[in-house]
T-cell receptor, first 110, second 113 residues
Framework: LAKTTQPISMDSYEGQEVNITCSHNNIATNDYITWYQQFPSQGPRFIIQGYKTKVTNEVASLFIPADRKSSTLSLPRVSLSDTAVYYCLVGDPRASKIIFGSGTRLSIRP | DTEVTQTPKHLVMGMTNKKSLKCEQHMGHRAMYWYKQKAKKPPELMFVYSYEKLSINESVPSRFSPECPNSSLLNLHLHALQPEDSALYLC????????????FGSGTRLTVV
C-alpha cells in the first residue's frame, strides 16, 4: 500500500480557496487516489476519487499530475462548516483494504 | 437509501459484559467493513466482509467477533473487553470494486469500564 504524506494542519479563512497536497511517491499502477472528510464523532465522508489528471464534482476538485506522485484536493470558497480532518488515501479499490493516513486538520476562521 | 445505520450510538459496558454493535445498509453493497478509531487518530481497519464472507481480519483480538448474517447486516460481538478498547467503532460499506468509495456510518462510541 502506498504511503501518503499530508500536512498535519492548515488554517484558512471563509471564502478562500484551500488546496491540500498529498505526497504518494510509491503509488502503484492500479492505485486510485481518494479523499475523505471527517467531522468530530462522525464517520468519514467520501469527497472525491481520481486516477489521473483532474476530477471535479459539486464539492471539490482533485488535481493529479502526470507522474501521479502527488495530488491536490481543492476546496473552493470554504466556509466554517468545512472545518474538519481531510484524509488522502492511495490504493487499489478492488483490494478491499483502504488504510487511512494521518490526515490534515483544516481550520476555517471567520 | 444512501446511509449506513449503526446502533447503538453510545455504549458503556463492563469488562465482563457481552454486547453487540449493529450495522445496516440498504444500498446493495456487498462489501462491509469494521473500523476502530481512537481520539485524534485515523480509523484503523479491523475486518472486511465480501459477499457475506470474512475476507480480511487485521489480526484483531478474539474478544471482537464479527458476523455478517446477510448482505444488509453486519454485527460486531464484544466480550471481555479492556478499557483500552474504548473507541469509536465505525462501520462502512461499498461496492465490491470499491471504485466509488466507502459509505461510513456515524459510529458507536464505546466506553469500557
Amino acid at each position: 500500500l502506498a504511503k501518503t504524506t499530508q500536512p498535519i494542519s492548515m488554517d484558512s479563512y471563509e471564502g478562500q480557496e484551500v488546496n491540500i497536497t498529498c505526497s504518494h511517491n510509491n503509488i502503484a499502477t492500479n492505485d486510485y487516489i481518494t479523499w475523505y472528510q471527517q467531522f468530530p464523532s462522525q464517520g468519514p465522508r467520501f469527497i472525491i476519487q481520481g486516477y489521473k489528471t483532474k476530477v471535479t464534482n459539486e464539492v471539490a476538485s482533485l488535481f493529479i499530475p502526470a507522474d501521479r506522485k502527488s495530488s491536490t484536493l481543492s476546496l473552493p470558497r470554504v466556509s466554517l462548516s468545512d472545518t474538519a480532518v481531510y484524509y488522502c488515501l492511495v490504493g487499489d479499490p478492488r483490494a478491499s483494504k483502504i488504510i487511512f493516513g494521518s490526515g490534515t486538520r483544516l481550520s476555517i476562521r471567520p | 437509501d444512501t446511509e449506513v445505520t449503526q446502533t447503538p450510538k453510545h455504549l458503556v459496558m463492563g469488562m465482563t459484559n457481552k454486547k453487540s454493535l449493529k450495522c445496516e445498509q440498504h444500498m446493495g453493497h456487498r462489501a462491509m467493513y469494521w473500523y476502530k478509531q481512537k481520539a485524534k487518530k485515523p480509523p484503523e481497519l479491523m475486518f472486511v466482509y465480501s459477499y457475506e464472507k470474512l475476507s480480511i481480519n487485521e489480526s484483531v483480538p478474539s474478544r471482537f467477533s464479527p458476523e455478517c448474517p446477510n448482505s444488509s447486516l453486519l454485527n460486531l460481538h464484544l466480550h471481555a473487553l479492556q478499557p483500552e478498547d474504548s473507541a469509536l467503532y465505525l462501520c462502512a460499506s461499498s461496492q465490491v470494486s470499491g471504485i466509488y468509495g466507502y459509505t461510513f456510518g456515524s459510529g458507536t462510541r464505546l466506553t469500557v469500564v
